[in-house]
């Protein structure tokens, strides 16, 4: 048998090797399909016996909710972290720019994953951290337009997009070749292209 890609080693703590599991297992997910690939497959490209992977996940649609819940604790860390701010102008950039920045080549693999195989979301574990992501990103939206003057429902709607913009990036960049690091960089250009227009309201019909 070959080496492992990613082994796991003791000295990584049990949040690296759950980070760990999970990037392997997007990528042997993306790259063999969802049905045919195995937790043991998982477990031999780590260099770690099945018990040990049953330790951090009982099954694939496991490490799948994952995903859901991480996204939705860092939409809820991102509120929290917003409350925190004084009010200024910069804040609705800084914030929006928070949140696509913190997209690894890990969570881009899981937008994309999630894209191609829409039907692995509707677990009632997933269909409840979507809900979450959700709710959290409307919340730090509403925050964010309130920082504007006199804000319009369409600089409600252009907020919610600028926020948005990662998952509009990973989707327009499917066989572009762009890399990971290109296609954050590409959101973040979107993203302040679209803040621009928010903050030129006498400029538009």
């Known amino acids: 048998m070959s080496s492992p890609a990613h082994p ?3 000295r990584r703590s049990g ?3 759950r980070s760990l599991i999970q990037a392997t297992a997007w990528r042997l997910f993306t790259e063999h399909g969802y049905d045919t690939t195995s937790l043991r ?3 031999d490209e780590l260099g770690i016996n099945k018990a040990s992977l ?3 996940f009982d099954s694939k649609q496991a490490i799948l909710d994952s995903l859901f819940d991480r996204r939705g604790d860092e939409a809820e860390q991102l509120l ?3 409350a925190e701010q004084p009010r200024s102008p910069d804040l609705l950039e800084v914030a929006v720019m928070r949140w696509i920045e913190t997209f690894s080549a890990e969570k881009l693999q899981g937008i994309r994953f999630l894209a191609a195989n829409p039907r692995l979301g509707h677990s009632p574990a997933a269909e409840a951290g979507g809900e979450r992501i959700g709710s959290g990103l409307a919340a730090v939206a509403d925050q964010l337009t309130t920082l504007l003057p006199d804000p319009s429902p369409e ?3 252009l907020v919610r997009m ?3 913009s990662i998952n509009a990036a990973v989707q327009a960049s499917s066989g572009s070749g762009c890399s990971d690091e290109q296609v954050v960089a590409a959101a973040v250009r979107a993203g302040r292209v679209i803040l621009a227009e928010v903050r030129r309201p006498g400029e538009r019909a």
């Open 8 to 10: 796991v080693t003791p």
């Open 15 to 17: 949040a690296e090797t």
């Open 41 to 43: 497959q998982i477990a």
């Open 54 to 56: 049953y330790y951090y």
């Open 80 to 82: 929290a972290w917003l």
């Open 155 to 157: 600089d409600a709607v």
């Open 162 to 164: 600028a926020l948005l």
